[in-house]
């Protein structure tokens, strides 16, 4: 199974941005959209945006649409979410995978801790 190594995560006020990125241990193929998800303090692992193999395609859940971009740079195996203007609710362990729709495929990985507070 590809594995994942997620980063860039840390603590920021309310309205800061931060980049998080997604190494894959290998090449996912050809066909494979690849999602963020995100497990916030008592609650379960929850979708967050999904972006189909060239790009051209984005999903987003509704609480981050105009404040979250995905992106990915397949030659390089990795996948981005941009984080703008952010919430405390956004405080959250976020983990990446493939996805069929917006379902996950793989096992998990560590996940990258983002704290939002003042």
């Known amino acids: 199974q590809v594995q994942f190594v997620e980063s860039g995560g840390g603590s920021v006020q309310p309205g800061g941005f931060l980049r998080l990125s997604c190494a894959a241990s290998e090449p996912t193929s050809s066909n494979s959209a690849m999602g963020w998800f995100r497990q916030r303090p008592g609650n379960k692992r929850e979708f967050v945006a999904a972006?189909?193999?060239?790009?051209?395609?984005?999903d987003y859940t509704n609480s981050v649409k105009g404040r979250f971009t995905i992106s990915r740079e397949n030659a390089k195996k990795t996948v981005y979410l941009q984080m703008n203007s952010l919430k405390p609710g956004d405080t959250a362990v976020y983990y990446c995978n493939t996805v069929i729709g917006r379902s996950p495929r793989q096992s998990w990985g560590q996940g990258t801790q983002v704290t939002v507070s003042s």
């Open positions: 972006i189909n193999w060239s790009g051209n395609s984005t």
